[in-house]
């Protein structure tokens, strides 16, 4: 009998059964050598299993208080899919590198200051990450200052981690740091101490940490020792197992077609705490981001998402998820009442030329009545009934019964437009809501007849148009009242606000009723113009850029359950932007942007002008970049836990391909 079998290289050999060959006299005589292969087996076997064993991955590492966390998962598979970006392209002509290089000398100049002075750069993590590469950043305590933890996977790159870590050394020993080593719960640091400085008048400590596989850094010791824990298997509070992060990534994933090059989360209310706390903010009265959390708006949740590159069909695409269960909403949160629908309708009215066109589907007679406790909050007093009694009793106001007459007519629809004026000035910016009616007639009646009881606003005619224009006074706070219509305010004769904070959104702002929509916009030009043409101009919905961005968004999400859909052409969207910012203008400017931009960063000193964050003098005429603004879009579904916002942008070569 023979016994035919299989060696390891795939040759056959054959044996007589019963015979007796030389391994097997060998084995009869040394059965130690048994063991010895056998323990070579296990041995080999040994990478094998340990490959099959999943490997830790950032969420699994961070805790679960993060408050916002970014994750790469191959640094240098991201880069070289970001080269292949209209965007990558832009950083990478040589017309920016005067730009990049003194933004990158301004970035490092910041971060030399911050309290962190981890002494990092992207570039030398980048380096020396073999896997995936993550930041986040923490608040360990209640109104402390936030803490940075960075972390990399740097398995199999001994070399590189010691050359960063000589290059750590040089330059915290050059910025006055002095270090030492240290262990703490049995991992060895190397700790980095900082004297006061002016910009940081208390002592700062940075912490760094070879472990394992990881190579970890931050300025909160107990957050990395946790971290490290988490590594070694101790420790189950990890970001991956928290709700708001699994709902988040469950749901961002579920419309990834392509690669995935980076993920992201914050959690909204504690990353804005900790921004504040990070500015040495203090909130003179009312604390505003706990009032609008308790509010309801705490059932936001978290929101993050992922990041693709390549693919079909845009170049650069997004898939982020907001995390906000329906049960949770209550007072103002009901405010968040987005209808869905299969697929949003495209307005007639629309014209080809614009910059950009958000469509909302919006409960705006819900949110009206829902905002009433929030505008009470905020203001420390009942104000909101009393500001509508005084709109429809004073006998020198406008005489106007808000909720009925013109709340009661509103529809479900609202369209936010945005145009840009030539030559560029501070003023470019022309933007437009149109709110839907449910009875136009009604509402152009209660406008027409009251006000003209107000000083404020002039009557002018455009064509068949009557345009309403709303003059506004720099020395008197004209607030707008629920529901957006400018006209139709409440005014205490308020100081105002030379304070940017307080500006009003549109300045000299107009309304008219026309099309079955009130209209309200920036300037009283830009909206009688728009409303003549109206009739006459080439549709939005026509134009091959829509219909091309409309198209490769279906491609990712079927149309059904839309609540919001947005198209943008990111040239014509950021020229001006641009512009101002490279003129050094851009604390002046008062577009959208502009008005966040001081919103949020202006001093609290009444009057004082925000400084500018970055330097822009450098970068070229946008005439010379505008081949790489390219236009996208987004389509925003609502879930039974919040909303799915799926878009991106084109690529040249698509666009192009897609008109010929």
Request: charged share 25%; net charge positive.
């Amino acid at each position: 009998m023979r016994i035919r079998f299989r060696t390891l290289h795939g040759t056959d050999t054959t044996r007589r059964a019963g015979a007796t060959s030389v391994n097997d006299i060998r084995s009869t005589a040394r059965p130690a050598c048994r063991s010895a292969w056998l323990l070579a087996l296990a041995l080999a076997c040994a990478p094998i299993a340990s490959a099959q064993t999943p490997r830790l991955t950032g969420d699994q590492i961070v805790p679960d208080s993060a408050k916002a966390f970014v994750s790469v998962p191959q640094p240098s598979v991201f880069r070289e899919a970001w080269k292949q970006t209209e965007m990558g392209r832009l950083f990478h002509d040589p017309v920016m590198d005067a730009f990049t290089k003194d933004l990158r000398r301004q970035i490092e100049e910041r971060v030399a200051q911050t309290s962190a002075r981890l002494g990092l750069k992207l570039n030398d993590l980048e380096g020396v990450a073999s896997g995936e590469m993550a930041f986040a950043l923490l608040q360990p305590e209640p109104r402390s200052r936030f803490a940075i933890a960075v972390l990399a996977d740097v398995a199999g790159r001994d070399r590189q981690v010691t050359e960063l870590q000589a290059k750590v050394r040089e330059q915290m020993a050059g910025r006055g740091g002095k270090s030492k080593n240290e262990s703490v719960e049995g991992y060895a640091f190397t700790v980095w101490t900082f004297p006061p400085t002016e910009e940081n008048p208390s002592a700062t400590t940075a912490y760094f940490c070879r472990h394992a596989d990881w190579y970890v850094a931050g300025d909160h010791l107990p957050t990395l020792t946790g971290m490290l824990n988490r590594i070694d298997g101790r420790g189950n509070d990890v970001l991956a197992k928290s709700a708001a992060y699994r709902a988040v990534m469950a749901q961002s994933h579920s419309t990834v077609k392509g690669p995935l090059h980076a993920r992201w989360f914050i959690e909204p209310f504690g990353f804005a705490e900790s921004i504040r706390e990070a500015n040495l903010e203090r909130e003179r009265g009312r604390d505003k981001i706990k009032i609008v959390k308790e509010q309801g708006f705490g059932a936001i949740e978290g929101l993050g998402g992922v990041l693709s590159f390549g693919g079909d069909p845009f170049e650069a695409t997004y898939h982020v998820h907001v995390y906000a269960p329906t049960d949770a909403r209550v007072l103002a949160a009901r405010m968040l009442d987005f209808p869905s629908e299969p697929k949003l309708a495209m307005p007639d009215w629309a014209p080809a030329g614009s910059a950009a066109l958000l469509m909302a589907n919006w409960n705006m007679r819900g949110a009206f009545e829902a905002s009433k406790t929030l505008v009470d909050a905020l203001s420390g007093s009942e104000v909101f009934e009393d500001a509508l009694t005084d709109i429809h009793k004073d006998p020198n106001g406008l005489r106007v019964n808000l909720r009925d007459e013109i709340i009661a007519h509103l529809g479900t629809r609202v369209y936010v437009m945005t145009q840009h004026g030539k030559p560029i000035t501070t003023q470019s910016e022309q933007r437009l809501i149109a709110f839907e009616l449910t009875d136009a007639a009604k509402v152009e009646a209660t406008m027409a007849r009251a006000l003209p009881r107000d000083p404020n606003v002039k009557q002018r005619k455009f064509g068949p148009f009557v345009v309403w224009e709303v003059l506004r006074k720099e020395n008197v706070r004209q607030g707008a009242t629920p529901g957006g219509f400018q006209g139709f305010r409440h005014n205490k004769g308020e100081p105002a606000a030379a304070d940017p904070k307080n500006r009003p959104l549109f300045k000299n702002g107009a309304m008219a009723v026309a099309f079955g929509y009130a209209f309200q916009a920036t300037d009283v030009e830009f909206l009688g113009k728009f409303l003549v043409g109206a009739a006459n101009q080439a549709k939005l919905a026509n134009d091959p850029d829509y219909q091309l961005v409309d198209a490769a968004i279906l491609k990712l999400v079927p149309a059904q359950g839309e609540v919001m859909r947005h198209f943008v052409r990111t040239d014509m969207a950021i020229e001006t932007d641009y512009e101002l910012f490279r003129q050094g203008k851009m604390v002046d400017n008062e577009s959208l942007l502009g008005q966040l931009l001081n919103h949020f960063l202006a001093p609290d000193e009444e009057g004082l002008k925000r400084k500018a964050l970055i330097d822009g003098s450098k970068l070229p005429p946008f005439a010379q970049v505008r081949q790489y603004f390219q236009p996208g879009g987004a389509r925003v579904i609502g879930t039974s836990d919040g909303w799915r916002i799926v878009g991106g942008l084109l690529a040249r070569d698509q666009r192009r391909a897609a008109r010929n």
